[in-house]
């Protein structure tokens, strides 16, 4: 893929970052939700590619907007043939309540490459480069512990797993605790934080537990691009995703294969994009300037050379011709 479009996408998720950073703290998670897909659809249609949405906002009688299968980018003859995977706001609590970790997330390979996963959960176990090869998602927890902890050269109690505080990872955090595992409990957003395992200074070791699957795709991109491992697991948590896994053709056979990080992004040559809408481990949110100005973190990586790049830009709010448009309308 052009390493090119690597900094085009980056306007993309800006976009939906500025789109949606006015709404920190107000409570209106749905509002701010639109507000990002809207900016990103908006970015999206001057991106030179044939993108087909294979990870978005739902089926297209649910969403208007960056439904799966919806078309987007220029797409002329020429354009590359691409899937993409969406987010425009991952953790809308997140930014209702100005709590850390909302960003804006997008993740680009060629057409065919990224895991159509079901809007259900997925049980996912992460680490960066230097645990590569260790976890085991069918290990046990204390295994899956002692092992990045030696991998890591650390002592078992110095090792940080990042879970989300949530009643059905009870058991895990159990068993953590047990080990004497330090351990870190976030409300939402398990994008931002899967990926927190492989920038060392974040101090977060390993990623555990239950949440979206499409979210597990998007976070696999960027841990494909860092070198570390993830692997997941399709689990319907209640009876309607078992359901809504039937229907899409994820059988109960199908759901207990163990996913790779090759089976959730087939592919070396991924582009992950995010920009932060509020601050998190990763990235600072958006945060508003004098003079109608706004400032933005995004990182942005590629598969096939390693790069990341951590990107700040300060925005002209009334120069942003895609900007004013989402912006006038959620006014
Ligand atoms: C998960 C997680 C997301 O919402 O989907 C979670 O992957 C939903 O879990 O990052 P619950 O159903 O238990 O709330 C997020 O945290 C935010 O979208």
Redesign the pocket.
């Known amino acids: 893929m052009d390493r090119n479009l690597a900094l085009e996408l980056v306007r993309v998720t800006e976009t939906a970052a500025l789109a949606c950073g006015r709404y920190m703290g107000r409570g209106e998670k749905d509002i701010a939700d639109q507000a990002a897909v809207d900016g990103m659809r908006k970015a999206f249609s001057d991106v030179a590619i044939k993108g087909t949405v294979v990870i978005g906002e739902g089926e297209l009688d649910e969403a208007p907007m960056l439904y799966i299968g919806e078309k987007v980018g220029t797409c002329r003859e020429n354009d590359m043939e691409v899937d993409i995977a969406v ?1 425009p706001l ?5 930014i209702a309540k100005g709590l850390p970790n909302a960003i804006a997330v997008l993740a680009m390979a060629p057409k065919g490459t990224l895991l159509n996963a079901p809007d259900t ?2 049980r996912k176990i992460a680490v960066g480069p230097k645990a590569k090869g260790c976890i085991d998602l069918e290990a046990s927890v204390e295994q899956n512990l002692k092992a990045v902890a030696k991998a890591l050269n650390k002592d078992i109690n110095d090792l940080t797993l990042i879970i ?1 505080d ?1 009643e ?1 990872h009870e058991d895990i955090i159990k068993e953590a605790r047990k080990v004497g595992c330090r351990i870190k409990l ?8 899967a990926i927190a395992t492989c920038f060392e200074d974040t101090g977060i070791d390993i990623f555990m537990g ?7 795709v998007i976070a696999a991109a960027a841990i494909k691009c860092m070198g570390g491992e993830m692997q997941g697991k399709i689990i319907p ?1 209640y009876e309607e995703d078992a359901m809504r896994c039937e229907e899409l053709g994820w059988t109960e056979e199908k759901r207990e294969k163990l996913l790779t990080l090759d089976d959730l992004v087939n592919t070396d040559d991924v582009l992950f994009v995010a920009t932060g809408a509020t601050d998190g481990e990763l990235l600072k949110g958006v945060t508003y300037l004098e003079n109608n100005r706004a400032k933005t973190q995004s990182v942005v990586m590629r598969s096939k050379t390693g790069t990341i790049r951590f990107v700040d830009a300060i925005h002209k709010l009334d120069k942003n011709d895609a900007l004013i448009e989402t912006l006038a309308k959620h006014k």
């Open positions: 987010d991952e953790g809308t609590n997140l959960y997925m989300q949530r059905r976030f409300s939402d957003g398990d994008v931002a934080t239950i949440g979206g699957a499409p979210e597990g948590l």
